[in-house]
C-alpha cells in the first residue's frame, strides 16, 4: 500500500515561484512513475509533469520551460518547481504514483496564483 501527502501549496502572486513535495510511503516508490497532476474548478484532472522510474521526464505544454518535476528516491519524495506562476496555474495539485496495474493518489493541496 502507498500514501501520498503533499505540501508546499499557497497563495502566490502572478510571476511568482511555489515549490511543491509529495512523501510517499511503501517500498514501492522507485518501480512506479510520479507525476503530478491539477484540477481547476469545472475541469478535468490534467497532467502537469511525468517522471518514470528511470527518470524520463515529461510536460504539458502549458508548463513547459516554467515548471520542474523531480523525485528523490532515497527519501522517497517527489518535487515540482513552479516559476513564472500565472492565474490560469491555480488549481488543485494531486500527487500520483502509477504503474501498469495499479495507481495512488495524494489528497491534493491549493496553489492560487492572483494579485
Known amino acids: 500500500q502507498v500514501t501520498l501527502v503533499e505540501s508546499g501549496g499557497g497563495l502566490v502572486q502572478p510571476g511568482g515561484s511555489l515549490g511543491l513535495s509529495c512523501a510517499a510511503s511503501g517500498s514501492v516508490f522507485g518501480l512506479y512513475a510520479a507525476a503530478w497532476y491539477r484540477q481547476a474548478p469545472g475541469s478535468q484532472r490534467d497532467l502537469v509533469a511525468r517522471?518514470?522510474?528511470?527518470?524520463?521526464?515529461t510536460y504539458a505544454d502549458s508548463v513547459k520551460g516554467r515548471f520542474t518535476i523531480a523525485r528523490d528516491y532515497v527519501q522517497n519524495m517527489v518535487y515540482l518547481q513552479m516559476n513564472s506562476l500565472k492565474p490560469e496555474d491555480t488549481a488543485v495539485y494531486y500527487c500520483?504514483?502509477?504503474?501498469?496495474?495499479?495507481?495512488?493518489w495524494g489528497q491534493g493541496t491549493q496553489v492560487t496564483v492572483s494579485s
Open positions: 500520483n504514483l502509477a504503474s501498469s496495474s495499479s495507481t495512488y
Open positions: 517522471v518514470t522510474s528511470t527518470g524520463t521526464t
